[in-house]
């Protein structure tokens, strides 16, 4: 039987992607060499639109804001579907002042919220410490974003990777190297050599996305270097997301509730080397037990390395490439578990309908095009 | 065949009593729930007993000294008999001042080796500097301790793991729970409910030494805690084992020929809670950070805990127990890694021969027991 779409990329972004095609009737194959092992089980799991706001524009805080919003019933349709929980909690999220400055800045990102409509709460040192006992004392006061939430991210790749199962999608443990449109659709080459045909293809494959041959406009994907680190202390220490900036160095916990702590996440610019840096590790720790001191006495657990897929303007690339037939769900940045419901849904239905979501016609790939094509054009200006 | 000799336990004591044990002929079964697994796998692997000094008396620097001496016979002969390298980096160590006070108490510690005729060499910042040049600027001296060296602790584990199965040795993966002595001998009873006859029983089992049943004088040995961390550089940062004191911090950095470094050690009184402690894991980043700033881009490999076997004098405990046919080969607190030659030879010798090496007479595990009937005895004094 011929594969209707074969997705390049097995995080949540390519699995949640898999997961609607395989709903809606498609026969869809997934390649990749470590499915879920990337970004995706690196993550914290921040649904962050508030708290996580930058200047990248209305566009994109109203897509997170939609995924935000999605979240609910995506979790539960997805437990239900799965048979296991994905572990979403809607705890709220509050950003801890490290000083009188930084409170100040708090005010006025208050201030903002408010005049996007957002909902967010300038919190008193008093009122900071009664809603979180176990942040350090002396803190000025802090911002309380109620809607900004977490899941557990490695619940929901489990989730994922057993509704597509349940679902027969062929996960295939393989790297897509090639992908090039033929006249009976697209071929796809995995780095096995084996080489598979489709009626279409979608690019997720995170930060790897740039790497793959035989595309003319390749994402302009690179990645991001993060760091977490799992700790581990009685449930209850905290019963937010609690995030901060130490000394100007961004930190956060998110405190699951079976205990587990997840501290992040360190960023830098450093290609596809992996391997955990000593000087990351120190830094989390340091500032996460700056903000929660009784953090010294958790459990050590893990550390783990992703890269995110970062893009020049810090948004995604959602939909048609410039090869007929080739779809990208990639870039999705520091948001990718918040965008997956969103992002799923919209490749879903640009491949059943043909037709792009309005919320996702801001993210088109051409848009890098356009760029590139102008700037190759020149011209004096 | 009845079994000539029961080790309880299978870190690098016991696996070197068993080796030294099967060698001069001797039917040997080994004991340990995870053998090679405890505190020789967390440990460091210095051989340091100049730098190691403490107060504990001429006996156990003597002790200390005659088992450095015999480490490089001992290590070419293990790793000729195994067939693998144990290791052995004959390197030096130097402790490097954090402050002027610092220098101060190296250069009385200088003169307390020298009255003891021990080699150690007072350096200045510039000297300092000079061999090694990955060291914080700023220091301002420290002390060079030419003999002490540091043997890679995971490879000997290797290593006599290989050597004890070439010689037929027994590998029992379970812990002793029980020692008792019987008309014919003395027998051993395992947490599988086995039970084991064997002329002679040592008990090697680190801190877990004093939870064996059934010896009227269990030996005094405590847990006590403590985490390393392994990092990862290209081979070259540092040519010697770097140790230091950073504002009342000791901390040591242990450099592999491999480029493998392992920082140490924490210590804590915990029971034995293995689990990594995050404010261990900190404290230990921070102040090695400090002496060798360029550890902060070493790639973070691993935390491990394990739990030394401490004694009221931290001394080890050598010899006969008060049960016969029942050895105690124990509490060897920090310096089990170093004191494995001449345990192993003098538990071998004292159960062929019947005799006690000198060497090893003043850590009689009599001299606890002495002490309890003292007290138990009272009276006026």
Redesign the interface.
Known sequence: MPIDAVIAGGGVIGLAVAWRCAERGLRVTVADPAPGAGASWTAAGMLAPVTELGYEGRELLDLNLAAARRWPSFAAELGDAAGSAVGLRECGTVAAAWDAADLAGLRDLAAFHASLGLRSEVLTGRELRTIEPALAAGLPGGLLAAGDHQVDNRSLVRALRAVVARLGVDVIPARVTRIAGTAGGTEVTLDTGDRLAAGVVVVAAGSWSGGIDGLPDPPPVRPVKGQT?R??RPPGLLGHVVRGSVRGNPVYVVPRTDGELVVGASSEEAGFDL????????EL??DA?TLVPE???????E?STGVRPGTPDNAPLLGRSATDGVLYATGHYRNGILLAPVTADAIADLITTGRTPDLVTPFDPARFQARTEARTQGGPS
């Open positions: 680190l700790l581990r391997r955990p840096r000593a000087g990351a590790v120190y720790l340091r037990q953090l010294s006495e958790a459990e050590f657990v550390v």
